[in-house]
């Protein structure tokens, strides 16, 4: 399975909120090449926490990194070579889709653990 940065951080964020994993397997878990684990009771753990969540979204919310939800649209980011930190909404940069919270709690149900590589 593969999942972009924009989807995942905020993932890691809601399960580290939700104390299904800690902050120190949230950033090892984050971070490719580290060769994070999740084996199947933990996997077992995160698709139960995230059926929960989905159970409080609709189609087409999204969980924000800040673990807030919203249904409006994601507007796309420009970066360009005048792009000043302090003009980029890393809130609405980094959200969870629906559907993306979807695919993940499916694949956490049907795997035996996973590897971050």
């Given at each position: 399975?593969?999942?972009?940065?924009?989807?995942?951080?905020?993932?890691?964020?809601?399960?580290?909120?939700?104390?299904i994993i800690t902050s120190e397997h949230a950033a090892l878990l984050g971070c490719n090449g580290c060769g994070a684990m999740v084996d199947t009771a933990l996997a077992e753990r995160?698709?139960?926490?995230?059926?929960?969540?989905?159970?409080?979204?609709?189609?087409?919310?999204?969980?924000?990194?800040?673990?807030?939800?919203?249904?409006?649209?994601?507007?796309?980011?420009?970066?360009?070579?005048?792009?000043?930190?302090?003009?980029?909404?890393?809130?609405?940069?980094?959200?969870?889709?629906?559907?993306?919270?979807?695919?993940?709690?499916?694949?956490?149900?049907?795997?035996?653990?996973?590897?971050?590589?």
């Amino acid at each position: 399975m593969q999942v972009n940065a924009w989807n995942w951080r905020p993932t890691l964020e809601f399960l580290r909120a939700q104390d299904i994993i800690t902050s120190e397997h949230a950033a090892l878990l984050g971070c490719n090449g580290c060769g994070a684990m999740v084996d199947t009771a933990l996997a077992e753990r995160i698709a139960a926490a995230v059926e929960n969540k989905l159970a409080t979204l609709a189609p087409g919310d999204r969980v924000r990194v800040d673990l807030s939800v919203t249904s409006a649209p994601k507007v796309p980011q420009v970066f360009g070579p005048d792009t000043q930190p302090s003009n980029i909404d890393v809130t609405e940069l980094y959200s969870a889709t629906y559907d993306w919270l979807v695919t993940f709690r499916d694949f956490c149900k049907r795997c035996d653990g996973f590897l971050v590589s």
